[in-house]
């Protein structure tokens, strides 16, 4: 079955962690986010009206979003590709204070996400606070769960952490293009569509995490949400197969 959200445009304002000290880019720096950023927004819009999207499992997830506000992780290589599908619905998500993050952070910001800052070695308590204000608001929220800077595939707790706190269903995702240009270079294996490639969305059905959830069982979710995301690998490699 597909089947395909509406994209709405949020005017919420933008999630902001508390203020922290932060190393500033310089002014090149901040230039070459603001230009090279805007520049990738307008390729990621050239190549993304062009994909074709098939959905799988989206009536399962319209059952965890009829709850409210989810929590959505995801691996960090599909951004571009998951930016697209979830355009301006404001989504909020974590991003850091380097210069990868900024340019990261202003090609979504263009794409009607919105952005709570902070990293794992810096600020991410203060954005996990922001994230969840703002799902109280009535955001989504999403995470590169294997990011910033990996291990490829491996997922951190940060969702489980703010899936307990707001009492929100954790939605894990795949975006699969059949074809695509892939960065092997880099760490994450960054993955670019072709344009007109066919596109699969896979969603795994919710996890729930109690709110009185001790270190254990946070461990063992955050195990859950490690084996729905790798299944959802697996379905997107038989797809690919199935295509040819």
Known sequence: MTQSPNHSITDRPIARSADHPVKELSRW???????????????????????????????QYQT?????????AFWHNETLAAAWYWRYQGVVVMSGYNFDARFTARVIGILGYEIARGSASRGAARALVAMAQAMRRGHDTAFTIDGPRGPRH???????????????PLICFHTRPARAWVFSKSWDRTEIPKPFSRMALFLAPAILVPQDADDAAQARKLAEMQAALDD?????DEWQKRIG
């Open 29 to 59: 720096q901040r230039f070459l986010v603001w230009f090279l950023g805007g520049l990738a927004a307008a390729v990621v819009r050239l190549i993304g009206v062009t994909l074709r999207w098939e959905v799988y499992g989206w009536d």
């Open 64 to 72: 965890a979003r009829a709850r409210g506000p989810v929590v959505h």
């Open 154 to 168: 491996v997922a951190k707790a940060g969702a489980v952490m703010l899936a307990k706190a707001v009492q929100a």
């Open 232 to 236: 959802l690998v697996r379905q997107g």
